[in-house]
Nanobody, 116 residues
Framework: QVQLVESGGGLVQPGGSLRLSCAAS????????MGWYRQAPGKQRELVGE???????YYADFAKGRFTISRDNAKNTVYLQMNGLKPEDTAVYYC??????????WGQGTQVTVSS
């Protein structure tokens, strides 16, 4: 069984920063991709960005230049550093991992609210 525990969400003013963390534990032998998605009220869940096991990263257009994904493979943890936050970034943020055998796991989600 695999568990993903997210932390770091909260309320921040426009232009502020937040850092989300997602730690994976349990029966994981290897992890391929680690990434983040988000879902705003009334909208579909969308990809924020993803980091491969080799360290290469991919970002959605809205995230480029403002968000950075990094991973600590020794800790099975992925981070999302968000700078220059805007009200439209308000959403529930979910981490997702793809394990070595192709299984997909999701975190429980953490709320990010950008408001003055």
């Amino acid at each position: 069984q695999v568990q993903l525990v997210e932390s770091g969400g909260g309320l921040v003013q426009p232009g502020g920063s937040l850092r989300l963390s997602c730690a994976a534990s349990g029966s994981i032998f290897s992890i391929n991709a680690m990434g983040w998605y988000r879902q705003a009220p009334g909208k579909q869940r969308e990809l924020v960005g993803e980091a491969s096991s080799s360290g290469s990263t991919y970002y959605a257009d809205f995230a480029k230049g403002r968000f950075t994904i990094s991973r600590d493979n020794a800790k099975n943890t992925v981070y999302l550093q968000m700078n220059g936050l805007k009200p439209e970034d308000t959403a529930v943020y979910y981490c997702r991992i793809i394990a070595g055998r192709g299984s997909v796991y999701w975190g429980q989600g953490t709320q990010v609210t950008v408001s003055s």
